[in-house]
């Protein structure tokens, strides 16, 4: 038996039979005037008093976006026109419309409660958990947006703070974050200068190896940052200040990131050896799963293992996010989306095992993904998929959309070269 289904060229029809037998489709609710947005944004600020309320308020904001995004502008509006010596949000709000405002991309906003939030924990509050929570915000804010330089800055301005244990015990990962900007920055040998001398300064602690690890990694000298890499696992392993599972737990994050590196350094077995030792070590992580498939996949090896490790990733991502939406931690569309990199790895593996038909809506899938998707390897995918099927057309748009998006590690640079390479190829032929 055939499922009858209404088609577009129907429904209008269906719509005009309910009309005239009197049923009415209930208006679309009015959207909040400016006056309501303002009145909502001040409430946020008489109610929001500590962080747990504040990462409350934030989850509640983002479940309509376009509501989220009219309350940050009208929010920004307020702030930018109060008097000298007004102050119409405090902390928690502005964190709360700071964060807000990042992810409904509205950045010019969440700068300036960014800025404020971090000028009021300075200069106001003086509390070293406040002061700390505000400059971590905006570090991951201008970090996301490469603002290197700003992160220098940012770092200096923290480190020279006198204040409480907090705030101090928080310096060494500020400076950390200020050598790694250094990096970015392409001074190598300056980076290099302070990672040593913070090596020097906390002698057998395992974080100042890291950093000097991730500058090498950052100036390809793939072979030293694996070496130094190796050497901060071991002084974890050596501590006696940590607890067993937090040493487990560190150990593993730490081999995860060796891994890259190993694949950096064409160290290709060493790099998938560790992600095996790794699923063993935390068969619940679905990012050792889909890690370990793809690289197989991309590789042309062990293809059907590679299908299942990817698959069982999905499971284990899937069923987590199902959790986190029962706790009310997530919400429930959101909860059934597969995590676009692994339905990405998903799509490669079946293009891998020449499935083609099957593999490039998986891939499309993942593209389409306004975070994850915006990404030159996944539109590459896309690309070599569509040109598999015999789409030339179609192909030459996947690349073209790839050649736009921003280059996340030096590995897309290489990529970037490939990808236009196979733009002029298919314009030539086109011609």
Sequence with gaps: MRTARIGVWAWAAVVGLLAAAGVRAA????????AELKEKALKINKETTTLEAADARLKDLLKDKKTAAALVKVAAKLQKEAKEGEKPFRFYAGLVLGKTAENVK????AELFYNFCTDNAIDDLKSGKLITTAVENQLD???ARKRYKDVEELCDKFLVLEGDKTLNQAKILV???QIHALAKQNEIDKALDRADKMIKLFDGFWYPLEVKAGVQREAGKYADAVKTYEEAIEAVEKSDEMKKEDKERLTRSLKYVLSGVYLDNDQFDKCTETLQELVKADPENATYYNDLGFLWADHDKKLDESEKLVRKA?????AARKKLADEGKLDAAEAKKAN????DSLGWVLYKKKKYAEALPLLQEAAKDEEEGGHIEIWDHVGDCLLALGKKKEALEAFQKGLKMDDVSKKDEDRRKKVTEKVKKLKAEAK
């Design 314 to 318: 999905i499971d284990l991502d899937l």
């Design 340 to 343: 676009p990199a692994y339905t």
């Design 175 to 177: 400076l950390g974050r």
């Design 106 to 109: 509205n950045y010019d906003a």
């Design 141 to 143: 804010f201008l970090w």
């Design 27 to 34: 208006p679309a609710p009015a959207e909040p005037t400016e």
